[in-house]
């Protein structure tokens, strides 16, 4: 199943209200057209100086921060400050994506959003040294791991399906 039931209550729960053992992240998913058949969905390169998987593609997204509001309120903070651009609406949740790190274990939740028409993507240069709208079917060549591969298919299939 690659979409799952938007979980409200944690989308709107407080960071301090997550589970402390967890190091929480998010990804956003962001379509241009989701309901389109040309949907495009927006993927960064990590930069080269990053020491995990560096010039791989992924997600907008980061780290829930103890000063952000909700989560929603994550996503939307982490979105502008990777690309500059504005979170309209969360229009789904779809499967998690979890990773081991030294110290915690890191629990990411992945939403789809769309964003305000009109703006430009600016990714942030200290983590992202390029940025592509893709279709489906336009990734095979890009270097991914295969966790984000994963997820970059669960969206593409969770606006099919809506």
Same mark, same amino acid.
Not at 48 to 64: D, Y
Not at 95 to 103: I, V
């Given at each position: 199943?690659?979409? #799952? #039931? *938007?979980? =409200?209550?944690?989308?709107?729960?407080? /960071?301090?209200?997550?589970?402390?053992?967890?190091?929480? +992240?998010?990804?956003?998913?962001?379509?241009? !057209?989701?309901?389109?058949?040309?949907?495009?969905?927006?993927?960064?390169?990590?930069?080269?100086?990053? #020491?995990? $998987?560096? !010039?791989?593609?992924?997600?907008?997204?980061?780290?829930?921060?103890?000063?952000?509001?909700? +989560?929603?309120?994550? +996503?939307?903070?982490?979105?502008?400050?990777?690309?500059?651009?504005?979170?309209?609406?969360?229009?789904? %949740?779809?499967?998690?994506?979890?990773? =081991?790190?030294?110290?915690?274990?890191? $629990?990411?939740?992945?939403? @789809?959003?769309? @964003?305000? /028409?009109?703006?430009? @993507?600016? /990714? !942030?240069?200290?983590?992202?040294?390029?940025?592509?709208? @893709?279709? %489906?079917?336009?990734?095979?060549?890009?270097? *991914?791991?295969?966790?984000?591969?994963? +997820?970059?298919?669960?969206? $593409?299939?969770?606006?099919?399906?809506?």
């Amino acid at each position: 199943m690659s979409s #799952t #039931t *938007m979980d =409200e209550q944690r989308l709107h729960s407080r /960071p301090q209200d997550l589970d402390p053992s967890k190091r929480w +992240v998010i990804g956003a998913a962001i379509f241009q !057209n989701p309901t389109a058949q040309n949907r495009s969905l927006l993927l960064l390169k990590r930069a080269s100086h990053e #020491t995990a $998987f560096p !010039n791989a593609w992924e997600l907008p997204g980061g780290h829930v921060e103890q000063t952000d509001k909700t +989560v929603a309120y994550a +996503v939307a903070r982490e979105v502008l400050e990777e690309t500059s651009l504005t979170v309209s609406e969360i229009i789904g %949740e779809i499967e998690p994506m979890t990773w =081991e790190s030294k110290t915690k274990s890191n $629990f990411q939740l992945n939403y @789809v959003v769309t @964003v305000r /028409p009109g703006l430009t @993507v600016q /990714p !942030n240069p200290d983590e992202h040294s390029d940025w592509l709208w @893709v279709q %489906e079917g336009q990734t095979d060549s890009l270097y *991914m791991t295969t966790e984000m591969r994963k +997820v970059v298919q669960n969206a $593409f299939d969770f606006c099919r399906a809506t």
